[in-house]
């Protein structure tokens, strides 16, 4: 199993440490990783993205091109990064963010309302783990109990007060992947809107 990602956004809304979570997650449980970043020169509002990769097999090269998923957090991500999804992938993006929908028929399409429901959180800045806790329900790559005790590695200390809303968001974000978003499957062609 080899898995591809790129997690993309503005600077600040937790891009990077949202791939650097997957890829400690990864190691915890043995298996080859890479987490390459990449943002502009003004970190904190620039535009921001990370590609990982976690295999059971070692990994000949963090550069690739194509990916099986797109967690995206902006629009100007969205439309930077949606061709480069290969067929069959998926795309998990951030609803209130998004002006223009994701268009493409030959992929599963997941809209999350992150924004909101981190507020109900009291947290906004939970956002990508309600979104990486969606990935995760529908794609079990890694155990949820990895990625909390990867988030120790990757928040400093003094935030590790944070990890129980971390961990709520994760759990928020499978069950609204289950039931609040739209989902267009690519594989039978059916729109299932429950919202």
């Known amino acids: ?7 993309a956004g503005f600077g600040g809304q937790g891009v990077l440490s949202l791939g650097m979570t997957l890829a400690y997650a990864g190691m915890l449980e043995g298996k080859e ?8 020169p003004e970190m904190r509002g620039g535009t921001a993205y990370c590609v990982v990769i976690i295999s059971h097999k070692r990994i000949s090269s963090p550069i690739i091109s194509r990916f099986d998923t797109l967690i995206v957090l902006n629009q100007p991500s969205l439309d930077k ?36 429901e981190a507020v109900q959180l009291k947290n906004v800045k939970i ?13 079990p790559i890694l155990d ?3 990625i909390i005790k990867a988030l120790k590695k990757v928040l400093p200390k003094q935030r590790h007060n944070l990890i129980p809303v971390n961990e709520q968001a994760l759990i928020r974000g499978a069950e609204m992947v289950k039931g609040y978003s ?13 919202i």
């Not at 199993?1 to 997690?7: N, P």
């Not at 990064?81 to 002006?99: A, L, P």
């Not at 956002?127 to 794609?139: D, F, K, Q, R, V």
């Open 33 to 40: 990783v890479t987490w390459m970043p990449s943002y502009g």
């Open 182 to 194: 739209n989902q267009y499957k690519y594989s039978d062609i059916t729109v299932d809107s429950l």
């Open 144 to 146: 949820v109990d990895s």
């Open 81 to 116: 990064f949606e061709k480069d999804v290969k067929t069959g992938g998926s795309i998990f993006y951030e609803e209130n963010n998004i002006i223009n929908s994701p268009t493409r028929d030959d992929i599963s399409i997941h809209s999350i309302p992150a924004v909101e």
């Open 127 to 139: 956002m990508n783990m309600i979104l990486l806790g969606s990935y995760l329900e529908l794609n």
């Open 1 to 7: 199993m080899k898995t591809e990602l790129i997690i």
